[in-house]
């Protein structure tokens, strides 16, 4: 099936029939009608070429495009923020397997991470809205079982990009309380040790903040992206250059760097290395978010996919240039394996003294939020595209946008409210962290697999002509993004430590069970006769 170029002076008739209906997003029937996206010529007016296409989807265009592809490519870097996200997930990498499992575990992680960013991006490049993988598993599943489909894979996309930005939050929060905590009283204490409720409040008022930012300052977010990625590197060669230079404790030979493997897991070496993995995991979840942003993008078609390979690799090039340096001035690992945050006791430890050390950290800490508003701005497009679609409870007002912001603020303060009160479990359980964290590594790593696993099981026969085309090397991609998936998912169900006592359990496989029960149990009770999925109709050719 070959997909027409439109010239670019042609206007696109109407393509809805089939009993669509454009206010509520719903269809008359479930037969199979999928239609392929009639291409826009890119070199006419980019926004009206990408709302036509958006109409050809089936949908009504209702937010603004105001980002190009460098900015695209800057807020898929900031959704990752490779400097913060490696150094509050440093313990498992240190605690599975030492520097080995901190350089090449990143580097393999990297390279695998790729083929999950093009499979998508291929896809992407084809279905470019903001519903991003569940409405791609809904267009390509066979009519048969495309609504179940797309339902499963939209709850584990919503609840990966909610639980994930929680996540970025609380560890934001635990990671200023570690920087915090390197100074120390007059008998070698530490000056300041938070209680629970404190540490929440901490989380709760950065997430407040990441909303308000989010919700006040959208038109000027590409902007602060911009910003965000000089900021980066700004601050990862302040902190290289420091601690090789001054080195107080000395440097190691970089045959110990790159070759030395030292497990503290309790598992076998192997395995150890397999949970040392985890930062690598955690660091790279964010991959696909960027595909709820197709619909404030200029030319998604092509833009999203570029920039979603394009930053893996400036993503791997960061970590190097931040995990490098750190394991050249490395000091005795156990000891740090007791720290809330190693990352701070590394920095002190090459710098000598307290001041220098804070100050140092005070570029990831500043990534951190900013990490944190890209992520908000992410989930917040992902939960109003599946209320969109009815498949949320109470869809009618989580589905607005609002007319002076510009933005869903309903679902974006749906999603807050929800990532305030998982915050709680914080209350009962400090091994909270990792259950947000796993959760949303588990369910967006799930919610990536759908759309790649049904495109590349049916023939791949969807992406055949798709603007961002792998080529021969998709089949390859696929098979190499399905196979990580298979081994993310399980990894992020262990524990870390050896054995398991209350305080180390992984927490993470009983909130992704609670959160699958609750969209099982809504799916019974209603989206089964209701959920029509995303809208359709007959194809444009």
Same mark, same amino acid.
């Given at each position: 099936?070959?997909?027409?170029?439109?010239?670019?002076?042609?206007?696109?008739?109407?393509?809805?029939?089939?009993?669509?209906?454009?206010?509520?997003?719903?269809?008359?029937?479930?037969?199979?009608?999928?239609?392929?996206?009639?291409?826009?010529?890119?070199?006419?007016?980019?926004?009206?070429?990408?709302?036509?296409?958006?109409?050809?989807?089936? &949908?009504?265009?209702?937010?603004?495009?105001?980002?190009?592809?460098?900015?695209?490519?800057?807020?898929?870097?900031? =959704?990752?923020?490779?400097? &913060?996200?490696?150094?509050?997930?440093?313990?498992?990498?240190?605690?599975?397997?030492?520097? +080995?499992?901190?350089?090449?575990?990143?580097?393999?992680?990297?390279?695998?991470? +790729?083929?999950?960013?093009?499979?998508?991006?291929?896809?992407?490049?084809?279905?470019?809205?903001?519903?991003?993988?569940?409405?791609?598993?809904?267009?390509?599943?066979?009519?048969?079982?495309?609504?179940?489909?797309?339902?499963?894979?939209?709850?584990?996309?919503?609840?990966?990009?909610?639980?994930?930005?929680?996540?970025?939050?609380?560890?934001?929060?635990?990671?200023?309380?570690?920087?915090?905590?390197?100074?120390?009283?007059?008998?070698?204490?530490?000056?300041?040790?938070?209680?629970?409720?404190?540490? &929440?409040?901490?989380?709760?008022?950065?997430?407040?903040?990441?909303?308000?930012?989010?919700?006040?300052?959208?038109?000027?977010?590409?902007?602060?992206?911009?910003?965000?990625?000089?900021?980066?590197?700004?601050?990862?060669?302040?902190?290289?250059?420091?601690?090789?230079?001054?080195?107080?404790?000395?440097?190691?030979?970089?045959?110990?760097?790159? $070759?030395?493997?030292?497990?503290?897991?309790?598992?076998?070496?192997?395995?150890?290395?397999?949970?040392?993995?985890?930062?690598?995991?955690?660091?790279?979840?964010? $991959?696909?978010?960027?595909?709820?942003?197709?619909?404030?993008?200029?030319?998604?078609?092509?833009?999203?996919?570029?920039?979603?390979?394009? $930053?893996? @690799?400036?993503?791997? @090039?960061?970590?190097?240039?931040?995990?490098?340096? =750190?394991?050249?001035?490395?000091?005795?690992?156990?000891?740090?394996?007791?720290?809330?945050?190693?990352?701070?006791?590394?920095?002190?430890?090459?710098?000598?003294?307290?001041?220098?050390?804070?100050? =140092?950290?005070?570029?990831?800490?500043? =990534?951190?939020?900013?990490?944190?508003?890209?992520?908000?701005?992410?989930?917040?497009?992902?939960?109003?595209?599946?209320?969109?679609?009815?498949?949320?409870?109470?869809?009618?007002?989580?589905?607005?946008?609002?007319?002076?912001?510009?933005?869903?603020?309903?679902?974006?303060?749906?999603?807050?409210?929800?990532?305030?009160?998982?915050?709680?479990?914080?209350?009962?359980?400090?091994?909270? @962290?990792?259950?947000?964290?796993?959760?949303?590594?588990?369910?967006?790593?799930?919610?990536?697999?759908?759309?790649?696993?049904?495109?590349? @099981?049916?023939?791949?026969?969807?992406?055949?002509?798709?603007?961002?085309?792998?080529?021969?090397?998709?089949?390859?991609?696929?098979?190499?993004?399905?196979?990580?998936?298979?081994?993310?998912?399980?990894?992020?169900?262990?524990?870390?430590?050896?054995? +398991?006592?209350?305080?180390?359990?992984?927490?993470?496989?009983?909130?992704?069970?609670?959160?699958?029960?609750?969209?099982?149990?809504?799916?019974?009770?209603?989206?089964?006769?209701?959920?029509?999925?995303?809208?359709?109709?007959?194809?444009?050719?």
């Amino acid at each position: 099936m070959v997909i027409p170029k439109r010239p670019k002076d042609e206007v696109v008739d109407q393509p809805y029939t089939s009993g669509f209906d454009s206010s509520n997003g719903h269809k008359s029937s479930d037969k199979d009608q999928r239609r392929a996206p009639s291409y826009a010529d890119e070199s006419g007016t980019d926004t009206n070429s990408a709302d036509h296409m958006l109409e050809s989807l089936g &949908y009504k265009p209702e937010l603004a495009r105001n980002r190009s592809t460098l900015q695209v490519a800057f807020m898929s870097f900031v =959704l990752a923020s490779i400097p &913060y996200g490696l150094a509050t997930t440093l313990y498992y990498p240190l605690n599975g397997g030492g520097p +080995v499992n901190a350089i090449w575990g990143w580097l393999a992680i990297s390279c695998i991470i +790729v083929c999950v960013a093009a499979s998508l991006g291929e896809i992407t490049s084809v279905y470019p809205t903001a519903g991003g993988v569940y409405y791609q598993s809904f267009m390509l599943a066979p009519s048969s079982y495309r609504r179940v489909a797309s339902w499963i894979c939209g709850w584990l996309y919503t609840v990966g990009t909610i639980t994930i930005t929680l996540a970025v939050n609380f560890g934001t929060a635990l990671f200023l309380v570690g920087c915090i905590g390197i100074f120390e009283n007059s008998d070698g204490e530490p000056a300041y040790e938070p209680t629970a409720w404190q540490i &929440y409040l901490i989380f709760l008022a950065l997430t407040i903040v990441c909303n308000l930012v989010s919700a006040l300052g959208n038109r000027w977010l590409p902007i602060l992206d911009t910003i965000a990625i000089f900021w980066t590197f700004a601050g990862l060669i302040a902190i290289s250059v420091t601690i090789l230079a001054v080195a107080k404790n000395g440097r190691r030979d970089a045959s110990w760097v790159f $070759t030395h493997f030292e497990s503290h897991s309790g598992w076998t070496d192997g395995w150890s290395f397999m949970v040392g993995l985890l930062h690598a995991g955690y660091a790279t979840s964010s $991959t696909g978010m960027i595909t709820s942003m197709c619909e404030e993008v200029r030319k998604p078609s092509t833009q999203v996919p570029k920039a979603m390979v394009a $930053t893996i @690799f400036i993503n791997t @090039f960061a970590g190097l240039l931040f995990l490098i340096p =750190l394991m050249f001035v490395l000091p005795e690992i156990e000891p740090l394996l007791n720290a809330a945050q190693p990352v701070p006791l590394i920095i002190k430890s090459a710098v000598g003294d307290t001041g220098p050390a804070f100050a =140092l950290c005070i570029p990831l800490i500043v =990534l951190a939020i900013i990490c944190g508003i890209g992520c908000t701005t992410a989930a917040s497009r992902c939960t109003w595209a599946f209320a969109r679609d009815g498949a949320i409870p109470g869809s009618k007002w989580w589905k607005q946008v609002h007319p002076t912001l510009d933005l869903p603020l309903n679902a974006m303060m749906l999603s807050m409210v929800v990532q305030i009160l998982l915050g709680l479990i914080w209350f009962g359980s400090e091994a909270a @962290f990792n259950a947000f964290s796993g959760v949303g590594v588990i369910s967006l790593t799930a919610s990536y697999a759908t759309p790649i696993a049904i495109s590349l @099981f049916t023939g791949r026969k969807d992406v055949k002509n798709a603007p961002f085309n792998l080529g021969a090397f998709g089949v390859f991609a696929n098979v190499m993004a399905l196979a990580w998936s298979a081994l993310a998912m399980p990894l992020f169900c262990m524990p870390s430590n050896l054995p +398991v006592t209350a305080s180390s359990i992984n927490y993470a496989p009983a909130v992704f069970v609670g959160a699958t029960a609750i969209s099982a149990f809504w799916y019974l009770a209603w989206g089964k006769k209701h959920y029509q999925g995303p809208p359709q109709h007959s194809a444009v050719f």
